[in-house]
């Protein structure tokens, strides 16, 4: 089964930008879609982007739409999450998943679809 690990998070300021990377191991990446999610402090996670494994994009997010990009390197065994224009609002741990085996391929339309997930990685944005 696929396993993902997230980085590229960290402290950044109101306006800055981060590229979040989620390589896959256990398997390869090409069949797969993957989400990136979010969850802040108090708040129930939520999903970001996700890319199918056929390139096509899902928006979750109206608040990230026109700075968050989502993009994927099937040769790295990478998808991305391209976070320019970031608010404080935009703090929170993201995360990468894939949707259960079966229906892997596709962007899954609920959360608890996702059935790989992994670690985290803290996105903080403050000045």
């Known amino acids: 089964q696929v396993q993902l690990v997230e980085s590229g998070g960290g402290l950044v300021q109101p306006g800055g930008s981060l590229r979040l990377s989620c390589a896959a191991s256990?398997?390869?990446?090409?069949?797969?879609?993957i989400g990136w999610f979010r969850q802040a402090p108090g708040k129930e996670r939520e999903g970001v982007l996700c890319i199918s494994s056929f390139g096509d994009i899902t928006d979750y997010a109206d608040s990230v739409k026109g700075r968050f990009t989502i993009s994927r390197d099937n040769a790295k065994n990478t998808v991305y999450l391209q976070m320019n224009t970031l608010k404080p609002e935009d703090t929170a741990v993201y995360y990468c998943a894939a949707p259960a085996l079966g229906v892997e391929a596709v962007c899954a339309p609920w959360i608890y679809e996702y059935d790989y997930w992994g670690q985290g990685t803290q996105v903080t944005v403050s000045s």
């Open positions: 256990g398997d390869t990446l090409d069949g797969y879609a």
